[in-house]
């Protein structure tokens, strides 16, 4: 069966220091994944999502970035974090060909 | 471009009673996925709709879809505390991507 972890779980980091939020994937090869934000009561908003190893593509500019160093791995970054950073990041993955989405955890930011 | 909306946007329910929530896309798509998010905690498969006329119930929750109309529902029968959630409907915008509602937020009270 297919599992997919995010850490931390959650996170409170000042304005203007960095950030680092990963993703994993096991039981599965070749997935679709994504990072989504949820902002507090509010909807998914797609951030990145890639399609095989270093394809990133980026929905929303922002001074968040997106890489994929291996196939089930997936990292969100930023150099330096904003306050409008806070929310609730969620990753997900599809099987290749598929639609249907699976979420990982989260991971609760807080900017301070 | 895809727009995918829901309604209500929040829904107030007391136990025991019926309701339906409502989403409706813009463009074609044969197939409509419905997710459960519980407070704090990430999001949940709870239905699959892979064709017109698809139906697909579990417990007290009925979703349906109607591709012709680009509409799909979620129903509720005798609403309990458990059910109270946040549920989104999601479209395909092509292999790569879903396009998600605004959420529903539901909660039930005695």
């Known amino acids: 069966s297919q599992t997919i972890h995010q850490w931390p779980a959650t996170l409170v980091q000042p304005v203007g220091s960095p950030l680092s939020l990963e993703c994993t994937v096991e039981?599965?090869?070749?997935?679709?994944l994504y990072w989504y934000r949820q902002a507090a009561g509010r909807g998914l908003q797609l951030l990145f999502y890639?399609?095989?190893?270093?394809?990133i593509s980026s929905e929303v500019p922002q001074n968040l970035s997106a890489s994929r160093p291996q196939d089930r791995q997936f990292i969100l970054s930023s150099k330096k974090l904003l306050l409008s950073d806070s929310g609730f990041y969620l990753c997900?993955?599809?099987?290749?060909?598929?639609?249907?989405?699976?979420f990982g955890p989260g991971t609760r930011l807080t900017v301070t | 471009e895809l727009k995918v909306e829901q309604n209500p946007l929040f829904l107030s329910m007391q136990e025991g009673k019926n309701y339906t929530i409502y989403c409706n896309y813009s463009?074609?798509?044969?197939?409509l996925y419905w997710y459960r998010q519980d407070p704090g905690k990430s999001l949940e498969s709870l239905f699959v709709l892979l064709s017109n006329g698809a139906v697909k119930q579990e417990g007290r929750l009925m979703a349906s879809l109607d591709t012709k109309a680009r509409l799909s529902t979620l129903h509720i029968t005798a609403a309990v505390h458990d059910l109270s959630a946040t549920y989104f409907c999601a479209v395909p915008l092509n292999t790569d991507k879903l396009i998600f509602g605004t959420g529903t937020r539901l909660q039930v009270f005695p």
């Open positions: 890639s399609v095989g190893i270093g394809q």
């Open positions: 997900a993955w599809s099987r290749r060909g598929t639609y249907e989405q699976y």
């Open positions: 463009t074609t798509s044969d197939r």
């Open positions: 039981g599965t090869s070749n997935p679709n």
